[in-house]
């Protein structure tokens, strides 16, 4: 596109009998430009044709969903005639995102109305995401720019954001302070009665959920290893173990000839398999599993409960 004198893109309009340039409306889910253009331009007086509340050049864009500018895209609204009454673009719908420029123009909006009233914009969107400035004339920077003349630069347009979301704004900063909890339970000293005791309220645990089955009680892991593998018992083992006869070697004493017989050599007691009840940590970090459970040291309450005197 070339440039005009003010350095607005110009759309080569000129001022004719052949009509006045309406409203360009696109109604979608989701529009998208790449390397794409969206002009609306006129050069026409719509007060030739006594139409003087219809604006000329503008755009209207509705999505609902996502509207995405990349690739030195542009949407320029341009009113160039004399008193011609237009150039406003107006953007509403979901998110918009420009992406950054990779070239010498960017993706830019404009809204122009060169010696008549208009040159306005107004974004209303959920959230607007890409950086961008306001300059009056084309940058390699994404630019959003509205401008009205009057012939000496007097006169400039309007530029409105509506967002949700604004990229340009500081992060919320989040508390920093951290909840006590010996500040959320009251120690207070039992009293009588059953309405003193509803007046208190109650703290009722159900299922399990990690939490123990009695505040007094300590926290205890009830995981099982379940083994599916099939293995004999210790009765089978000893039956196995001496089923089998050890030959036994002597010799006679006339011949030196020698004679077996078998005579049953008791069997070693063997090792009974457990499941594992416990597990410690190695030295290498490896976990190694125990026969017997490990040794749970239960800490000391958190708060201290408040001491309450007997009444006499």
Same mark, same amino acid.
């Given at each position: 596109m070339p440039l005009a004198q003010d350095g607005f893109p110009d759309s080569d309009t000129d001022e004719s009998e052949r009509g006045v340039a309406g409203t360009l409306k696109i109604h979608a889910e989701s529009l998208t430009l790449d390397n794409g253009k969206l002009l609306a331009a006129t050069g026409k007086n719509s007060n030739n044709n006594n139409q003087e509340d219809q604006e000329a050049a503008t755009i209207k864009l509705k999505v609902s969903g996502l509207t995405t500018l990349d690739n030195n895209s542009l949407i320029l609204a341009d009113a160039t005639g004399v008193q011609v009454k237009g150039g406003n673009i107006t953007i509403e719908g979901g998110f918009m995102i420009l992406f950054p420029s990779d070239g010498?123009?960017?993706? /830019?909006?404009?809204? #122009?109305?060169?010696?008549?009233?208009?040159?306005?914009?107004?974004?209303?969107?959920? *959230?607007?995401? *890409?950086?961008? @400035?306001?300059?009056?004339?084309? @940058?390699?920077?994404? /630019?959003?720019?509205?401008?009205?003349? $009057?012939?000496?630069?007097?006169?400039?347009?309007?530029? &409105?954001?509506?967002?949700?979301?604004?990229?340009? &704004?500081?992060?919320? #900063?989040?508390?920093?302070?951290?909840? /006590?909890?010996?500040?959320?339970?009251?120690?207070?000293?039992? %009293?009588?009665?059953?309405?003193?005791?509803?007046?208190?309220?109650?703290?009722?645990?159900?299922?399990?959920?990690?939490?123990?089955?009695?505040?007094?009680?300590?926290? #205890?892991?009830?995981?099982?290893?379940? /083994?599916?593998?099939?293995?004999?018992?210790?009765? &089978?083992?000893?039956? &196995?173990?001496?089923? $089998?006869?050890?030959?036994?070697?002597?010799?006679?004493?006339?011949?030196?000839?020698? %004679?077996?017989?078998? $005579?049953p050599t008791p069997a070693r007691r063997k090792k009974k398999i457990v499941e594992a009840q416990g597990w410690t940590v190695g030295e290498d970090g490896t976990i190694i599993l125990t026969a017997e459970p490990n040794t749970v040291t239960p800490k000391s309450n958190w708060y201290s409960p408040r001491s309450c005197g007997s009444k006499g």
């Open positions: 010498e123009t960017g993706n /830019d909006i404009f809204a #122009n109305a060169q010696q008549g009233q208009g040159g306005e914009i107004n974004i209303t969107l959920q *959230g607007l995401f *890409g950086n961008f @400035t306001s300059q009056q004339g084309l @940058t390699r920077f994404n /630019d959003i720019s509205a401008i009205s003349l $009057t012939g000496d630069l007097s006169l400039f347009g309007l530029l &409105e954001i509506n967002s949700a979301i604004n990229p340009g &704004e500081d992060p919320e #900063n989040l508390p920093t302070s951290t909840v /006590d909890p010996s500040q959320l339970i009251v120690a207070n000293c039992p %009293r009588s009665g059953k309405v003193a005791v509803d007046q208190l309220g109650e703290f009722i645990v159900t299922g399990r959920g990690g939490l123990p089955p009695s505040p007094l009680d300590p926290m #205890n892991s009830q995981s099982v290893w379940v /083994d599916w593998r099939t293995l004999n018992t210790e009765e &089978e083992t000893i039956e &196995e173990a001496t089923s $089998t006869p050890t030959p036994e070697v002597s010799y006679l004493p006339m011949r030196g000839k020698r %004679r077996t017989a078998n $005579t």
